[in-house]
Structure formats: C-alpha cells, structure tokens
C-alpha cells in the first residue's frame, strides 16, 4: 500500500498562474517532508522541505503547506513559468536519523506560454 | 567533475549477463543509495550506504548486489536479471546530518533494459 500518494499524474497551467501539486501520505509517523523536481533525463533535485512543527515554508516561487490533520501537503509556484515544467514528486520520512525517504509516483507539471 | 555522476547512461542486457552500474560523487557527502524507478511506480529504494557501511537493505533480491568502495563510490552489480528489471536506477547521495534538511542529491540515472 503506497504511504505517499500524488492522485494527479499530470498538470497543465498557463504561464503566470499559479500552480498547485498535491501529495497525500496515511503515515502519521511522517514528520518530514519534501519536494523533487526531476527533468527528463536529469535525476530528481532537491527543491523545497518542511518540518511537521510547521505549516508552511516559503522560498521564493515555492512554497509548500502541510496540513497534519488532513495528511495533505501542496506545493505552490507562483507565478508559474514555462522553466517549472518537469515531474514534481513528494517524499516523506520519519525523522529518526536513518529512516529512509519514501517517493509519490510524481506529478508531470506543464507550464504553457 | 561535481555533483553525483552515474555510469552508464544506457545498459542492455540480456537475462545471464552480468554488468555494473558506477556511482561517483564530487560532494564529500558520506552516505549514498541506490533507487529503483520503473515505469509508474514510485522511487523505490534499494540500498543506503552510510560511512560506506551498508545500513539499509529493503529486501531486494539477491542478483542485485551493492559494493561501496570509500565514500566517493557506489557499485551495483548486476547478474541474471529478469525483464521485470528494466528501469531507472538512480544513485544519490547525502550528507549524513543534513540528509532531511538539504535532501538527497541524484545522479541522472542509468536506464537499464533487460532483454
């Protein structure tokens, strides 16, 4: 049973928007949260994390909200610009020093000019 | 070189051969994996590596089989795979007291495909 779920496969948005990925985990043990972005035929990269003591972290364009009652978290980029398309994943973990991170399917984000 | 490099790209083999997957990193981070990613399915992971000693092993099967030489390196050695073992196999790698806070960082990957 998969612990971290991103439902959407796919986003469009116009240039400029905002855009909004979804993640959903059913681990309440989770208290450590990130997102990658991956380019087709690049590894993924690091782009934004959150602790579970906080609901929201900001760094510049992105900016990611955790909701620990619902298990939702969502990343925001505003606005949205067409360099963003790639495959958004989430990954979670247990902050205990050597628990290892575990992976959404990932979200394929298009950003349209 | 910087960053976390992998090698090959692209590897084709057939079910008795036996390859290697190389995993290098520029970093000085003292911890690396191996992840499994095949086609919609989530990132898969394999196995951790910390101070070049194998802490995490998520019952992987047998015909994988990891070495790590010093912390720099990352081998993976392939032998008689199955087709079910086409994917992306990503290497990353960390430092060790920051790997939550900075996240792990890949390589690009090497597509393998099993014949």
């Known amino acids: 049973d998969q612990q971290v779920k991103q439902n959407s496969p796919s986003l469009s948005v116009q240039e400029g928007r905002i855009s909004i990925l979804n993640c959903d985990y059913t681990n309440s043990m989770f208290d450590y949260f990130l997102w990658y972005k991956k380019y087709p035929a690049e590894g993924p990269t690091f782009l934004i994390s959150i602790s579970s003591i906080k609901d929201k972290n900001e760094d510049g364009r992105f900016t990611v909200f955790l909701n620990k009652s619902a298990k939702h978290l969502s990343l925001h980029i505003v606005p949205s610009q067409p360099g963003d398309s790639a495959v958004y994943f989430c990954?979670?973990?247990?902050?205990?020093?050597?628990?290892?991170?575990?992976f959404g399917k990932g979200t394929r984000l298009s950003v349209i000019a | 070189e910087t960053g976390v490099t992998q090698t090959p790209r692209h590897l084709v083999m057939g079910m008795t051969n036996k390859k290697s997957l190389k995993c290098e990193q520029h970093l000085g981070h003292n911890a690396m994996y191996w992840y499994k990613q095949s086609a919609k399915k989530p990132l898969e992971l394999m196995f951790v590596?910390?101070?070049?000693?194998?802490?995490e092993n998520n019952s992987v099967p047998s015909r994988f089989s990891p070495e790590c030489p010093n912390s720099s390196h990352l081998f993976l050695h392939l032998h008689t795979l199955q087709p079910e073992d086409s994917a992306l196999y990503l290497c990353?790698?960390?430092?060790?007291?920051?790997?939550?806070?900075?996240?792990?960082?890949f390589g690009p990957g090497t597509r393998l495909t099993v014949l």
């Open positions: 990353a790698s960390s430092q060790e007291a920051n790997r939550l806070v900075a996240g792990q960082f």
């Open positions: 990954a979670a973990s247990v902050n205990s020093g050597n628990t290892p991170l575990v």
């Open positions: 590596y910390s101070l070049e000693e194998r802490v």
